[in-house]
């Protein structure tokens, strides 16, 4: 096999293997209409370094990639209006009759998006990436370790926004003098 | 709303394109991309990528990359990205990832060469227990600030100024040992500093014990569990360590060889915890901090405290005895009703205190004069009727400080927000009065000195902010400590720490570079590092730990 044969297959390999799981990474964090755009970019980006791509962590760098184009759209304010989270609008509706569990829920949504973009990246790797310490630390450029402090810290602020939403949700008169800090 | 609720399952609940939701055939194929290829599909040149020249349904994401593949990637290059393609790249060195991915981190495992130590002094000293002395090798690492840090959090003093602090891995490039843990051993005013290293530990649920002047339990605790998953006897002076083993059998205190895990300082600066597993949480939470009239309506004014708070794993909460003769750790013996949510255990003077559940609900207290043989109740204050649960799991984390000598005692909360009372008995718990005092800030800490006067420490936050202390015969009556008092100022810089041997200022040291910090990460740039530690038994004379720092 050439060269560019076992390049290409590897792209095709590397495509049909992790499209689905980019594709829903991406449909979690951006616009429906904005997915095929972050994809193309990921792709792009993953052909031009097909040789670079560290076996065995492909689908992490994919992710590390695909934040990054994320980012970039967000740091362009003419673009921002298109990529808003998503996540109220497509969120699963809870089975069975739970409108406390709903509550609830909606209520962990909302503390997730005060947190910081970091904390938030943090916890949806794990929640719904569902990645293991290290290959978050693919994703962030950083070691597995720090990912395991940086997930406790994300996770015990959003069980504080989480008490700070709820207790809101709780006394809706109650006024918060420095929300802007949260 | 459940105050356990696991987080991350519940986002996983909540996950928006739940695994199995993406209809593969939405996606185009291989095949199709070789397709495209193939047809050559016509692409605008693009000085820029464009992403509104790509939209869904007009000219799908696989159809760019087709023509990029057909263009060619030196040419791709240059349209899309003008070779400047730095915002793309994941944030990570490509050689490095495949090792982190792939293989385990490497952490260079302990290697001891077992000595029984039979000539140091103290409690220890006829111990049958083997304590093993670190390799030159691992001693090196342990000691190599290069390699492993000091954090706030695990450090304790003795009384007479030995400490241990626990270091863990840096987070660094340069570090080569992943999620190890290590242990640094040394005396106020210098001398001989040793380390150890530990190996690989949950930073969660990693606790550092004091038992007397010398010797300290690093302990590992496993959630779910009421044994540890390790727990290491160090000792301050040798810098030998052992490895402690689990018993289930509860055990009364009835040997001078036998130590409890004291309920220590409850609070975030390097002081450790009343329960044997739990965890400190740094969540940022609002606190209500009076009332404010606003256009004829008074509403509650709140502010964001950024405070720690305990985040119990009730499981594992109670208290623990250390036996060095034959080297086990396991459960005091108590009463039927002790609380695992409350574990406010305190020794004094041979009087240990644990929090216990009373029928019917409610916070109790008891204590035991014979090591947990048997156990008096005592009832603590009307207004501090809350259920032990309710104590733990609020928000504030109103854990209860408590200071006994004798039949003397002192009851407060941890973080009472504006509840910064002091309930003192002088017949053991029988009657209570109110102290004539109570400290500023949102949280008060209770310490006995030495010559029996009840210390009061108020604290704003993680900061001292007043210091009250008792007459020796009179514990409600407390009076404002000046610096001329305390020998030194009361540093407001410094966070500060009570462990039952004394009280601790920690001054911290933050690298003097913003990231990007030449060898170090951002994280470590941001994070402070103790710097000096003052420490004193009587608030009058201090020693000073100097700790070491890039």
């Known amino acids: 096999m050439s060269g560019d044969m076992e390049l290409n297959d590897r792209f095709d390999k590397l495509y049909d293997g992790h499209r689905v799981a980019l594709n829903a990474y991406c449909r979690r964090r951006v616009a429906r209409d904005v997915v095929d755009d972050v994809m193309a970019e990921v792709f792009l980006s993953a052909w031009r370094r097909i040789d670079q791509i560290p076996g065995g962590a492909e689908l992490p760098w994919l992710y590390g990639v695909a934040r990054n184009v994320i980012a970039n759209y967000r740091r362009s304010d003419t673009r921002r209006s298109r990529l808003g989270l998503r996540l109220v609008g497509e969120r699963r509706e809870p089975s069975g009759d739970a409108s406390n569990v709903m509550a609830d829920e909606s209520l962990v949504l909302v503390a997730l998006e005060r947190l910081s973009e970091g904390d938030q990246e943090l916890l949806r790797l794990r929640a719904w990436e569902n990645l293991s310490s290290a290959e978050m630390g693919v994703v962030l450029g950083i070691s597995a370790s720090a990912v395991d402090m940086r997930l406790l810290r994300a996770r015990r602020r959003l069980g504080g926004c989480l008490k700070r939403v709820a207790s809101k949700d709780r006394a809706p008169g109650r006024r918060v003098a420095e929300e802007g800090l949260s | ?435 004539t005092s109570e400290p500023n800030g949102n949280g008060v800490h209770l310490y006995v000195l030495a010559d029996g006067r009840l210390v009061v420490m108020g604290s704003m936050d993680a900061y001292p902010s007043e210091l009250l202390v008792s007459t020796r015969s009179q514990w409600a009556e407390l009076d404002k400590l000046d610096s001329s008092d305390l020998g030194r100022p009361l540093d407001r810089d410094s966070r500060f720490s009570v462990n039952g041997a004394g009280v601790a200022m920690i001054r911290s040291y933050s690298l003097p570079c913003d990231h990007p910090c030449p060898g170090y990460t951002q994280d470590e740039a941001e994070r402070s590092v103790p710097d000096t530690v003052a420490f004193s038994v009587d608030l009058t004379n201090w020693s000073t730990i100097q700790m070491p720092h890039p």
């Open chain 2, 1 to 435: 709303m459940n105050d356990h609720i696991d987080l991350i399952d519940a986002l996983r609940q909540l996950d928006p394109v739940p695994p199995g939701s993406i209809d593969e055939a939405q996606c185009a194929t291989a095949a199709q991309l070789r397709m495209s290829l193939c047809e050559g599909p016509v692409i605008v040149p693009m000085a820029r990528f464009d992403h509104r020249r790509v939209r869904s349904g007009s000219l799908s994401w696989w159809k760019v990359a087709a023509a990029i593949a057909v263009i060619g990637p030196g040419i791709a290059a240059v349209l899309l990205w003008g070779g400047d393609d730095d915002g793309l790249r994941p944030a990570v060195r490509i050689t490095d990832t495949v090792t982190s991915v792939s293989e385990p981190t490497s952490t260079t495992e302990p290697t001891t060469s077992p000595t029984i130590d039979d000539s140091a002094p103290g409690t220890l000293g006829a111990s049958l227990f083997a304590m093993l002395s670190p390799s030159t090798e691992e001693e090196a690492q342990a000691t190599d600030f290069d390699l492993y840090r000091d954090d706030f959090e695990l450090m304790q003093v003795s009384a007479v100024g030995n400490y241990v602090s626990l270091r863990s891995c840096r987070d660094s490039k340069f570090a080569t040992c992943g999620n190890g843990w290590a242990y640094v051993t040394g005396a106020a005013g210098g001398g001989e500093v040793h380390g150890g290293l530990l190996g690989e530990l949950s930073p969660v649920n990693l606790h550092l014990y004091l038992l007397d002047d010398r010797y300290f339990v690093a302990l590992e605790s496993a959630p779910g569990e009421e044994a540890p998953a390790t727990a290491w006897l160090i000792d301050a002076v040798s810098g030998q360590s052992g490895v402690l083993r689990w018993l289930d059998e509860p055990t009364a205190l009835d040997s001078a060889e036998q130590m409890l895990l004291l309920c220590q300082e409850s609070y975030n600066s390097f002081g450790t915890t009343c329960a044997v597993a739990a965890e400190w949480d740094d969540t940022p939470f609002v606190a209500e901090v009076g009332e404010v009239s606003s256009g004829g309506t008074t509403v509650t004014e709140t502010s964001l405290f950024e405070g720690q708070y305990l985040d119990m794993r009730t499981e594992a909460g109670l208290p623990k005895v250390v036996d060095v003769r034959d080297g086990t750790i396991r459960p005091l013996a108590m009463p039927d009703n002790a609380s695992a949510e409350l574990p406010v255990s305190q020794q004094a003077a041979g009087r240990i205190w644990i929090g216990t559940d009373l029928d019917g609900g409610g916070l109790g207290l008891a204590f035991s004069d014979d090591g947990g043989v048997t156990w008096t109740q005592v009832t603590v204050p009307e207004q501090l009727h809350a259920t032990s649960e309710e104590l733990a799991n609020v928000v504030h984390d109103d854990l209860l400080e408590i200071a006994a000598d004798g039949d003397r005692v002192a009851l407060a909360r941890s973080w009472g927000g504006d509840d910064n009372a002091v309930y003192v008995s002088e017949d053991a718990g029988k009657s209570w009065t109110t102290a």
